[in-house]
């Protein structure tokens, strides 16, 4: 495969990670902070920046790691274990590093990162990346793409909430409950982009 | 085979994760070393430190206990500090904690806040009592068949300050009926004055895990933990007349008070009201006459809801409340002063508003 139809390939995947593959949405990854933290637009944004911003790179680390250490070695049934700790790892070590850079950086992104370090999203995105066989290009776009849609996700649902906040909700159904009924009516409506790429 | 496959497995993921705890501690050496930071507090106290950890964990070192409950990890938003200068700005982890007000004052939440450079913050001035003790127990004393006063001698430190009417917070370690530590809190009845020493009367709860380490525990010479002093029920500053309500261990706390009024000559009219069922359950007698001597205006007043036939008791009779009731004519003036179990409190309160005190001037500390 030359570059440039890689290139296209992964523009693809990207935008599909976006929409029609969103992996909050359509496989329900990263849920736990979508619902803890989606209560205010502000701190949503921050989060789901965050997430924008170490996805493609816990992407290309994973897949470094992957076919450099763990296929030549015949040790692929370890990546679950692997990427967990070089996920954690690249996280601690970019909150160090922003913290130390650029305070504004860290006001804005740094101090959600810990939260990060936990988000099933981000392992999910790695683990599909191999299961789909993805190049290193291709895995790029496709982390751009997932960071890109958890935050459109969260960000969207945040904006629900701030006006369901005012707003009369059965005791029942107050918080976590009303939020979840929601992220499924947006999954329905996120299928709906389904038509537009054909995947 | 198959271990073989195994061990290498095993191998592998240690030197990797051997290697990236080794890139992070390198790291954080040189990323989190900000050099020394002084803290300034309450612009008086200041103290130099290592900075990179969180402000909490800092003070903690110092032996500074600001109230947490999550452990700082930004959940309970219990620790807040004003942070005059050096705090940076408000984190977005902190906002749901702090309402308009607090983010005016420049109310923050210490455990978010990083040690990067010279920080000046402001904490009440009770934060800084408040240490944890270890204490040598000399004496227990048996008050009734249910109460008993334990003493303990402090042993580092070596002294506490502490306004009557605080409580501290004992430590029962672990033992055969509790399998981790817990803390109860107990009032200090001890006179203020005597800072070497503290007294808790402590009234036997069945079941209870603190009570019972206390009762079939603790010997004299045990070493105990106790942290403290807390709680606002203590004196005012004025000089209108006092009514105190208690019983059972609600004595604790009125001893330490009437210590405090005798050392330093507080004149105020005080009237002192202990309930209990039957004569067996009164103690400390012979304390409250040598106050009623030494005091210019005292009375205790106890109060038997059921006296035994043969006890030939001459005082008060009835529930503590309706001795209140009968007694207190000058409540609508006095303050009110209430310890004992959350039912005394309620019915006190209940009485003392119907003979026309503010509620404002209902002071207590409720103890479940």
């Not at chain 1, 895995?139 to 996700?153: H, K, P």
């Not at chain 2, 913050?121 to 800084?128: H, K, N, R, Y």
Request: hydrophobic share 45%.
């Amino acid at each position: 495969m030359n570059l440039q139809s890689e290139m296209t390939q992964a523009f693809i995947v990207c935008i599909s990670a976006v929409f029609t593959n969103n992996i909050l949405l359509s496989y329900f990854l990263g849920l736990c902070p979508f619902i803890g933290s989606s209560r205010e637009v502000n701190t949503s944004a921050g989060l789901g920046a965050a997430v924008i911003f170490v996805m493609p790179f816990t992407c290309i680390l994973t897949w470094v790691v992957y076919h450099f250490v763990l296929v030549p070695l015949g040790l692929e049934f370890f990546r679950f274990i692997m990427f967990i700790i070089v996920i954690a790892a690249f996280v601690q070590f970019v909150e160090m590093a922003i913290e130390r850079l650029s305070p504004y950086l860290y006001q804005r992104l740094g101090v959600f990162l810990p939260l990060i370090t936990v988000n099933c999203a981000i392992l999910g995105v790695s683990l599909f990346m191999v299961i789909r066989d993805y190049s290193l290009i291709v895995t790029v776009g496709y982390g751009l793409g997932s960071g890109i849609g958890w935050f459109l996700a969260i960000i969207a649902m945040a904006g629900i909430r701030q006006k369901l906040a005012n707003d009369l909700i059965p005791k029942g159904l107050q918080g976590p409950g009303i939020t979840l009924i929601i992220t499924g009516i947006m999954a329905l409506a996120f299928i709906g982009f389904t038509g537009v790429l054909g995947t | 085979m198959m271990i073989l496959v195994l061990l290498k497995a095993v191998l592998i993921i240690s030197i990797i994760a051997a290697f990236l705890a080794a890139v992070l501690s390198v790291s954080e050496y040189f990323l989190r070393n900000y050099g020394p930071c002084k803290i300034t507090i309450n612009k008086d106290k200041d103290f130099t430190v290592d900075g990179g950890a969180s402000l909490l964990s800092v003070l903690t070192d110092k032996k500074i206990f600001i109230p947490s409950a999550c452990g700082g990890k930004g959940t309970c938003g219990l620790c807040k500090v004003k942070a005059l200068s050096g705090a940076g700005t408000l984190l977005p982890t902190e906002e749901p904690y702090l309402d308009e007000k607090e983010k005016a004052g420049n109310v923050r939440l210490s455990c978010q806040i990083r040690v990067r450079n010279d920080i000046e913050i402001e904490i009440p001035e009770e934060l800084f009592n408040i240490r944890e003790y270890t204490g040598k127990c000399t004496e227990i004393i048996d008050l009734t068949a249910e109460i008993k006063l334990f003493r303990f001698e402090l042993i580092e430190p070596k002294e506490i300050s502490f306004t009557p009417g605080q409580y501290v917070q004992l430590m029962a370690p672990v033992y055969e009926k509790s399998s981790e530590e817990v803390y109860r809190a107990y009032s200090i009845s001890s006179d203020p004055a005597q800072k070497d020493t503290i007294d808790l009367i402590i009234k036997f709860v069945p079941g209870g895990i603190c009570t019972t380490y206390c009762f079939k525990y603790l010997k004299v010479g045990d070493e105990v933990k106790f942290n403290g002093p807390y709680g606002e029920f203590c004196l005012t500053q004025n000089d209108s007349d006092m009514i105190f309500v208690a019983g059972g261990s609600g004595m604790a706390p009125f001893v330490s008070i009437l210590h405090e009024m005798r050392n330093k000559k507080i004149k105020r009219k005080t009237a002192y009201y202990f309930g209990a069922n039957n004569v067996d359950e009164l103690f400390l007698l012979d304390e409250m006459k040598q106050f009623e001597k030494q005091l210019d205006d005292f009375k205790f007043v106890p109060v038997i809801s059921r006296p035994k036939q043969n006890q030939n008791w001459k005082g008060q009779t009835g529930l503590v409340t309706e001795a209140v009731e009968r007694n207190a004519k000058n409540a609508s003036e006095a303050e009110g002063y209430l310890c004992g179990s959350p039912g005394l409190i309620d019915a006190s309160v209940k009485i003392l508003k119907k003979l026309g005190m503010p509620s404002n001037k209902i002071y207590y500390d409720k103890f479940a």
